[in-house]
């Protein structure tokens, strides 16, 4: 891949409404079936065509601790420096894509890929050209046309916890590195809230445990990334041995529930509720604000043994 390649194809004609695909999903998982596999992947697919930018334009403006920033940080933790070849697995709506071409310069080159049209048209619109960026469309999880040992650095940026298996994931990054080459992540880290905000997120979580029952499967007790030991084993099995780890906290301030539901409306949590459960979150949020939830992520680095 180079900036000689020819332009990207038209994107793919969704086969279905999102809303409409979105709307079975809603009802399969109030009905108790496990937001897992093939339904998960559908459940994603049809957020992020419906609210491309959802994650940048909530996440990145808020205050990290220590002045991290969601994109500006990870780019910075890598580190990137210019002349790199980049490549930013589902890249969204292209922040931390953007934020690793500015370190790379025109002598580098970053590369964006994601699964959702909706994300790189998104992206493309929010990219200056004069950066050295590409976006192409495909799934993190079988890269076949990239080449072996080809990029210094692969960015996540906030992915890994909608993949339902991170093997193949991780088998593919340590693929397309070249040997030395760092792989950094952004992965929420619940396992982390402060006990005040664990209550508040529990009586969020009651309101889907009440209407979307089948969105709770296996995920009471999961630890964050990469501590639930099948994560930990596929960091391992592929050659990702040694995952350090910088826990940081992002600052939402919720003096009412109009500032609650600019960051709850837009998450997986709102999306895969229907109209009634929606009605009760807002509730749950009117009740328990004004609160300021400290948001817990992680950032993770790796390397590609050189
Ligand atoms: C939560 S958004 C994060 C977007 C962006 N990285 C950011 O931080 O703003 C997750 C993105 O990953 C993409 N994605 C999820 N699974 C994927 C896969 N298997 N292959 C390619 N893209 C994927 C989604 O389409 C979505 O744009």
């Known amino acids: 891949m180079d900036a000689h390649d020819p332009p990207p194809a038209a994107a793919p004609p969704l086969e279905r409404r999102p809303e409409d695909e979105l709307e079975e999903v809603r009802e399969l998982v109030a009905g108790g079936a496990p937001l897992t596999g093939s339904l998960a992947s559908r459940f994603y697919r049809a957020v992020h065509a419906l609210d491309p930018a959802a994650t940048e334009e909530s996440l990145a403006p808020l205050p990290g601790n220590r002045g991290v920033h969601l994109y500006e940080t990870l780019v910075s933790w890598a580190p990137i420096v210019p002349g790199e070849q980049v490549v930013d697995l589902g890249c969204g709506s292209g922040g931390a894509t953007r934020a690793a071409a500015r370190l790379t310069?025109?002598?580098?080159?970053?590369?964006?890929?994601?699964?959702?049209?909706?994300?790189?048209?998104?992206?493309?619109?929010?990219?200056?050209?004069?950066?050295p960026v590409l976006y192409r469309r495909g799934d993190v999880r079988r890269l076949g046309t990239v080449p072996d040992r080809t990029f210094d650095c692969a960015l996540?940026?906030?992915?890994?916890?909608?993949?339902?298996?991170?093997?193949?994931?991780?088998?593919?990054?340590?693929?397309?590195?070249r040997p030395g080459g760092r792989f950094v992540a952004s992965v929420t880290a619940f396992d982390r809230l402060r006990p005040i905000d664990a209550s508040f997120m529990g009586a969020v979580i009651a309101v889907v445990g009440r209407h979307a029952p089948g969105a709770l499967a296996g995920r009471a007790s999961r630890a964050s990334i990469p501590h639930e030991p099948a994560d930990a084993y596929a960091f391992r099995e592929v050659g990702l041995a040694t995952v350090e780890e910088q826990d940081v906290q992002f600052a939402v301030v919720m003096e009412d529930v109009?500032?609650?539901?600019?960051?709850?409306?837009?998450?997986?949590?709102?999306?895969?509720?229907?109209?009634?459960?929606?009605?009760?979150?807002?509730?749950?949020?009117?009740?328990?604000?004004?609160?300021?939830?400290?948001?817990?992520?992680?950032?993770?680095?790796?390397?590609?043994?050189?």
């Not at 964006?112 to 998104?122: F, T, V």
């Not at 996540?156 to 590195?177: C, G, H, K, N, W």
């Open 105 to 131: 310069g025109p002598e580098g080159m970053v590369v964006g890929i994601d699964m959702s049209p909706e994300a790189l048209d998104e992206a493309r619109s929010r990219t200056d050209p004069e950066l």
């Open 156 to 177: 996540a940026s906030m992915v890994l916890d909608t993949v339902d298996d991170l093997e193949p994931v991780l088998t593919e990054v340590f693929r397309i590195l």
């Open 258 to 306: 109009e500032d609650a539901w600019a960051l709850f409306g837009r998450t997986y949590i709102a999306r895969v509720l229907g109209e009634e459960g929606r009605d009760e979150l807002r509730r749950v949020l009117e009740r328990r604000t004004p609160h300021t939830l400290y948001l817990p992520l992680r950032f993770l680095r790796t390397r590609r043994p050189g």
